[in-house]
């Protein structure tokens, strides 16, 4: 083997490491939870279960995957979501007319991100600190214009419920719909001028301003970006649930960013991976049903995530040393 193959071929290790370290993780979790309860697990019931609920968590975790690759963070999404739900179901019942209440949710979510970038980038106030207020003040506006009332919507036997909550060949569509969002956003980030534009800045904002990207207009892009996903996550959620809750949202924040975490999108901007958002995901929307099949209490799920979350970190972190 000459050295040039020798260093192609290493160079692949280590460009695929995080995603093969990923997989073997993921398989022990999986091998784990069949081992300690193989009625639940060895049934394809409980997958058919994930693939209805956990595409609510991978779309947030794909519009967070842009965050954190560019160095920002938002904390607003799980209230984002339950603001834009709202609008979509208060516009639903009062109008029976989908395309106004979807415009209506989206545009929420849109605005709200907007809302956000302009701040970091116009103002300079640190991300996590516009973003940790705008999730209180979306929460408190939510709650106050609802006056905290749950809202049954008649979404059921609808031509859209079978859209976005019906089933294909025996498929949940949502799994369907995270499934192409998740290749569409690969295109995005690693195929298109945006993406590149976004890890750009995640890795040196000053040099990709002096080499001509309009840094202000990527994060507020993103953060729009963010926005519209936590909405069409919203909407997921309320077709599935079909009644809107003051509390929706509630819960998503610690799992979303474990799933982009432990799927190798680094903190520190400049390098993310949709593969491994979407297959952490699925290893976080199943923890907790795995947890409680094997006959642990519920209290482990946060433990059990924290400790995968530090463990993938440092993983990670020493592979890009590796790399460097």
């Not at 779309?59 to 609008?87: C, H, K, N, Q, Y």
């Not at 809302?115 to 640190?126: D, M, Q, R, S, Y």
């Not at 195929?191 to 080499?211: C, I, P, T």
């Amino acid at each position: 083997m000459t050295k040039i193959e020798k260093r192609a071929d290493q160079k692949f290790f280590y460009k695929y490491t995080s995603q093969f370290g990923l997989i073997i993780m993921v398989s022990a979790v999986l091998l784990f939870f069949i081992i300690t309860s193989p009625n639940v697990f060895l049934s394809g019931s409980i997958y058919l279960s994930f693939l209805s609920t956990v595409p609510t968590i991978g779309l947030m975790a794909l519009g967070l995957t842009f965050i954190l690759g560019m160095g920002e963070i938002d904390l607003s999404f799980p209230s984002v979501m339950a603001l834009s739900a709202f609008l979509f179901a208060s516009v639903y019942k009062s109008t029976g007319n989908f395309l106004f209440a979807f415009l209506s949710c989206i545009g929420a979510g849109i605005l709200v991100g907007m809302i956000n970038g302009l701040i970091v980038t116009k103002i300079g106030v640190p991300s996590i600190v516009v973003t940790l207020g705008m999730q209180f003040l979306i929460r408190g506006f939510s709650n106050l214009i609802s006056d905290g009332t749950a809202i049954v919507v008649p979404l059921r036997g609808t031509i859209s419920q079978q859209i976005f909550a019906g089933k294909l060949l025996g498929i949940p569509v949502q799994s369907l719909w995270f499934l192409g969002m998740s290749i569409l956003f690969y295109f995005l980030l690693f195929r298109h001028k945006f993406g590149e534009h976004v890890l750009f800045a995640g890795d040196n904002q000053e040099s990709a301003k002096m080499m001509g990207v309009n840094v202000d207009f990527v994060k507020i892009a993103a953060f729009s970006l963010m926005g519209a996903m936590a909405a069409f996550a919203g909407m997921f959620d309320l077709y599935r649930m079909r009644t809107w809750w003051p509390t929706m949202g509630e819960g998503y924040l610690m799992m979303i960013m474990a799933a982009v975490f432990v799927g190798g999108t680094s903190m520190f901007g400049g390098e993310a991976t949709i593969f491994g958002t979407f297959v952490g995901s699925f290893m976080i929307g199943a923890l907790e049903a795995g947890i409680v099949a094997a006959g642990l209490k519920g209290f482990w799920t946060r433990f059990i995530i924290g400790l995968l979350i530090i463990c993938a970190v440092i993983v990670h972190t020493l592979i890009r040393k590796r790399k460097k």
